[in-house]
């Protein structure tokens, strides 16, 4: 980054550190140290301009009412949850796709937020520890690190209540999480006999991404009384084939549709056509029974919207088991 966005940043850091908060939502009466993805986060006033590189995150922000508080956004997969639809409006889309280091400094942002360590790399947002260097914390979903033993859907709350600590707004993260802890449970309470999910996200030039260990399906499998066939692999999102799936033999087959991304096989009925199509993945029982459930894709990853893929999934595996 240059000599000039470097003035720019750390100057906004400093404005931001004895401004007051607009809105008259709550803040911070001292400094305020979170941990996030290795990195110890040390805020002394609340950031007034916070910059989203996804839309998972900003999502999130906007359901801590954090709108007024947002310079910008970007990467936007699919359409906004209607319920922050006019929140959303009114926040700059600094790139429809991934944010990079220019745009990003050019918004002057006091901390930028993300769900994705991926992000912060030399030709995206720039590296972590470019931005901290620069004065700018960096937050990253707590969900993209695993510890090995904090279960995803903790470490999503651990998300809400450290970006409340951040932003003033503790309330609003408490009830936030109370509401989907709700959720967990009314979904978990059901008793459902035990079935073998492959959750496929997505299709990239022949290969096939699904949903390993590290990610929220696998809790949402876990909750709904279901095993995702692919837990062996510790990451969130790895590689495999249609030959693997099939070895593995799921008893159903989870779909992620994201038509609205624009890249070929995105959409959940080209998946579906190319399963269909395959010479080993045809002959699953679960696809010749149509034991198959779509969901959003944007709501496999972690975000506020991840309670609903949970409340659908569960729904999904309910009506299937009413058809066997």
Not at 51 to 74: H, K, P, Y
Not at 190 to 201: C, G, L
Request: charged letters at 25%; glycine letters at 8%.
């Amino acid at each position: 980054m240059s000599h000039p966005a470097r003035l720019g940043l750390a100057l906004v850091a400093v404005l931001a550190a004895g401004c007051a908060t607009p809105g008259g939502a709550e803040v911070p009466q001292a400094q305020v140290v979170v941990d996030s993805c290795g990195k110890k986060l040390s805020f002394s006033g609340t950031p007034r301009r916070a910059v989203a590189l996804d839309q998972n995150s900003t999502e999130t922000l906007l359901a801590l009412g954090l709108q007024d508080r947002m310079a910008g956004t970007a990467n936007v997969k699919t359409k906004v949850s209607p319920k922050f639809a006019d929140a959303y409006a009114k926040i700059p889309v600094l790139s429809p796709k991934l944010l990079t280091s220019e745009p990003l400094r050019a918004a002057n942002p006091d901390v930028v937020v993300s769900a994705y360590g991926e992000l912060f790399t030399p030709d995206r947002a720039g590296t972590r520890d470019e931005l901290e260097s620069l004065g700018v914390p960096t937050f990253v979903s707590a969900v993209n690190c695993p510890d090995g033993t904090t279960p995803a859907f903790e470490r999503l709350f651990r998300d809400y209540e450290n970006l409340g600590r951040i932003f003033g707004t503790t309330e609003k993260a408490a009830k936030l999480v109370d509401d989907q802890r709700k959720v967990l449970a009314e979904v978990q309470a059901v008793k459902r006999d035990p079935v073998k999910v492959v959750w496929v996200y997505s299709v990239f030039k022949g290969v096939v991404y699904v949903a390993g260990r590290d990610g929220m399906p696998s809790e949402v499998s876990r909750i709904a009384g279901a095993t995702n066939v692919f837990d062996d692999l510790g990451r969130e999102w790895p590689e495999t084939s249609w030959e693997e799936i099939a070895r593995r033999d799921p008893d159903v087959i989870v779909i992620g549709d994201l038509s609205e991304r624009g890249i070929a096989g995105d959409k959940a009925s080209e998946k579906l056509a190319m399963m269909r199509e395959h010479p080993a993945v045809s002959q699953l029982k679960a696809l010749r029974d149509n034991k198959v459930i779509e969901l959003p894709g944007i709501e496999m990853d972690p975000s506020v919207r991840t309670v609903d893929a949970l409340r659908a999934f569960g729904a999904g595996l309910d009506e299937i088991a009413g058809r066997g």
